[in-house]
């Protein structure tokens, strides 16, 4: 495989100035609820999107994407959405949306490469967003030559700040690529720390970086199936949502998302609710809770607790959400048939990607063995299962990951 200092040349002609990353995530638990104005506890994972570089003296923007064998370009002076390459459009809307706001920042040639897989679930958008805005803030400014300190992320003066910086991504996601998502994705592919997952209060935006044991693994199980429904069940989900807290609004104070509702309260108005969007409401309601338990069973150092409740969390949104699918639930069975688990969910939108595990050291091995056999005997599909390790947010790559090209090449 040849490394991205040779990739560079071989489609620019020259040497990259500066290589960005940022990674991709998995959600522990707290799922739909970002949208709901609550909990999450993802963590960001050692799959990412990289960029390797070099400012041009013009105002184009010169992209070359590894992973689709493809090149295109725009200018900074006049910036559309590309149907045809629907890929281009993360830097398109991140480079209109960051001058929207005022950054100036000369043009570029970059290169792009991941080895996040597509539509799985690990947020390979939001990684893409991130980094994008890294590659134009920090490689793309005037003259290019910006003082940066090589040993990990900073922040050079006249970036904006994190919150600013995840906004304007999901800002992207939602208006120029089109996908109604929460800010899960976008903030902790920018905030996510190595050996700790990140606590998100989704209406305060406040966060805490909570450590994580070393005695398990994260494993994450690909089905192998994409995650076709994803985008118009998605909406639909938020649709119901909001039908749940329309319900509420009329019956108890200050309700404004899903959030301020509480179980006693679901309880309470039960049986005046239609059924369908009360089981949408219970599932929100117990995920909010089960958020708050996990992070105090953590802190505690509670793991068998933490996995009870991560399995929880499948079967509310498997009978309750009803956004799993058959492959995602023999996922999680066969898991949870496995010595050393102690917890398995389907992560992410649902309807395909990824299922994520909590596996003790010493059984992991075994673990991807035996739930690869008996997934392809099961389902006849060769799953992709990652032994995971966190990782940093996004900002300039330190120089080992620099030095290799992630990417399909
Ligand atoms: C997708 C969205 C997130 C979040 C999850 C579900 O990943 O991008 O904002 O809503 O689904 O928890």
Redesign the pocket.
């Known amino acids: 495989m040849k490394s991205l200092n040779e990739l560079f040349q071989k489609h620019f002609g020259r040497e990259p100035l500066y290589v960005v990353q940022a990674p991709g995530r998995v ?1 522990l638990i707290g ?5 709901n104005e609550g909990f999450v506890l993802p963590i960001a994972i050692d799959k990412r999107v990289v960029i390797a570089v070099a400012p041009r003296r013009d105002c184009k923007v010169v992209l070359y994407s590894c992973n689709y064998d493809s090149r295109n370009e725009f200018s900074l002076e006049s910036i559309a959405k590309d149907d045809l390459r629907p890929w281009s459009n993360y830097p398109r809307g991140v480079a209109y949306l960051l001058q929207k706001l005022g950054h100036r920042f000369s043009g570029l040639d970059a290169l792009i490469t991941s080895d996040l897989p597509m539509g799985a ?1 690990l ?1 390979s958008s939001a990684a893409f967003e991130l980094a994008s805005a890294w590659a134009l803030l920090v490689a793309g400014r005037k003259g290019g030559g910006v003082e940066v300190n090589q040993s990990g992320p900073v922040s050079p003066p006249e970036m904006p700040g994190p919150i600013d910086l995840i906004r304007l991504c999901r800002e992207v996601e939602n208006d120029f690529v089109g996908v109604n ?5 976008q903030f902790i592919s920018a905030l996510g720390r190595r050996q700790h997952a990140l606590f998100l209060d989704c209406r305060t935006l406040t966060y805490e970086q909570v450590p994580l044991p070393d005695s398990v693994k994260i494993v994450v199980c690909n089905t192998g199936v994409k995650r076709e429904l994803a985008s118009s069940e ?1 909406n639909k989900r938020r649709y119901e949502c909001d039908q749940g807290v329309h319900f509420f609004k009329g019956r108890i104070e200050n309700v404004s998302a899903l959030r301020d509702v509480h179980s006693s309260d679901l309880e309470r108005f039960s049986a005046q609710m239609d059924p369908l969007i009360r089981k949408r409401c219970r599932h929100v309601v117990s995920e909010n809770e089960r958020v708050l338990e996990s992070v105090g069973a953590l802190r505690a150092r509670d793991l068998e607790r933490f996995g009870q409740l991560m399995t929880t969390s499948h079967e509310s949104l498997k009978r309750d959400y009803e956004v799993s699918s058959k492959e995602l639930n023999v996922m999680v069975e066969i898991a949870l048939q496995q010595a050393g688990v102690l917890g398995s969910r389907m992560t ?2 649902g309807f395909g990607g990824c299922t994520v595990n909590l596996v003790r050291n010493d059984s992991v091995n075994l673990f991807v063995k035996q739930v690869q056999e008996r997934y392809q005997l099961e389902i006849g599909i060769a799953a992709e299962i990652y032994v995971c390790n966190t990782s940093d947010g996004a900002g300039i790559a330190p120089q080992e990951s620099s030095d290799n090209c992630c990417g399909a090449v």
């Open positions: 959600n799922e739909h609820t970002d949208y679930g947020s998502c929460g800010i899960m994705d998605y992410g939108a």
